[in-house]
């Protein structure tokens, strides 16, 4: 049995959530969500929250369950509050310069590089060596993310590169713990 799988969660103020068959519509001023539900759950919406049931009792019933529950959550919390992750940049000369929805990486490279944010994420510069990356879906939100900080991951020895906020590298000693 599936703990989260069985939790009711309650919909914002603010929030509208339709089921037209086995699509899950959740909208709010923010923007608009959908969700294709699994068919070994039924979706029951009513008094203001939203439940996930198992049409039939089998394990992978069970896993299906609580993965719909956590992804109509990420829903209902991605249109009211919305997501937001921020990275930092640690290196002589390395910057982020945010001009629209395009972000210009330098971090030690012959070349600047170039990304450009996908729909409905918005880039937004804190400083010349933080950004931050804000949206509505989680999982594009975290995607952006890791992929930004993919070009240049921090190594441990000197901590340079592109890390989340609240991450911590771990760092190494280097040659001289050699001796």
């Known amino acids: 049995m599936s703990r989260i799988g069985k939790r009711k969660l309650q919909i914002p103020t603010g929030v509208e959530a339709s089921l037209n068959e086995n699509v899950l519509t959740v909208k709010s001023n923010k923007g608009t969500l959908t969700l294709t539900v699994d068919p070994l759950i039924e979706v029951v919406i009513a008094d203001g929250s939203i439940e996930t049931k198992k049409r039939e009792d089998t394990p992978r019933a069970n896993v299906v369950q609580g993965t719909?529950?956590?992804l109509i959550n990420n829903m209902l919390?991605?249109?009211s509050t919305g997501?937001?992750?921020g990275l930092e940049i640690i290196g002589v000369g390395y910057r982020f310069n945010v001009q629209g929805n395009k972000l210009n990486i330098n971090a030690g490279f012959s070349h600047p590089v170039?990304?450009?944010a996908p729909e409905g994420i918005q880039i937004a510069s804190v400083s010349t060596t933080e950004i931050s990356i804000e949206g509505i879906d989680k999982q594009k939100v975290s995607e952006f993310a890791a992929k930004i900080r993919e070009i240049r991951?921090?190594?441990p020895?000197?901590?340079?590169?592109i890390r989340?906020?609240?991450e911590h590298v771990r760092r190494k000693e280097g040659k001289k713990a050699a001796k």
């Open 77 to 79: 919390i991605g249109v």
């Open 114 to 116: 170039v990304i450009e």
């Open 68 to 70: 719909m529950n956590s």
């Open 157 to 161: 020895y000197k901590g340079k590169g």
């Open 83 to 85: 997501y937001k992750k």
């Open 164 to 166: 989340y906020k609240d």
């Open 153 to 155: 991951s921090p190594e």
